[in-house]
């Protein structure tokens, strides 16, 4: 089960931070977030490897979001900062059991056994 909390209203500027709690089952998986804005499609925004040593991101959030995970809790994060309106959207985590190299979260993609969270709405007001 991936269970994601942390949204809410925010003006532009602002910062949020989202977690996601994973069950057990994914302690050792690559996780990421993708986010979904009203009328377009999904898209990713962050991965994180299992041992927490790499991660990746879209060109759009590089140097504002940070990802991270703490492995004893079983729960990653989505730090965001300076965010922007464009960055209003649902805000989903995602689990991948292959290991970093093999797995779509860690090219930007998500595949037919990526497993999903419900989605966190991120509302940026400008």
């Known amino acids: 089960q991936l269970q994601a909390s942390g949204g809410g209203l925010v003006q532009a500027g602002g910062s949020l931070r989202l977690a996601c709690a994973a069950s057990k089952r994914y302690s050792s998986y690559v996780m990421g977030w993708f986010r979904q804005a009203p009328g377009k499609e999904r898209e990713f925004v962050a991965a994180?490897?299992?041992?927490?040593?790499?991660?990746h991101y879209t060109d759009s959030v590089e140097g504002r979001f940070t990802v991270s995970r703490d492995i004893t809790k079983n729960t990653v994060y989505l730090r965001m900062t300076s965010l922007k309106s464009e960055n209003t959207a649902l805000y989903y985590c995602?689990?991948?059991?292959?290991?970093?190299?093999?797995?779509?979260?860690?090219?930007?993609?998500?595949?037919?056994?990526?497993?999903w969270g419900q989605g966190t709405l991120v509302t940026v007001s400008s």
């Open positions: 994180i490897s299992g041992t927490a040593h790499i991660t």
């Open positions: 995602a689990a991948d059991s292959s290991s970093w190299v093999r797995s779509p979260l860690s090219s930007g993609n998500y595949g037919p056994r990526t497993a």
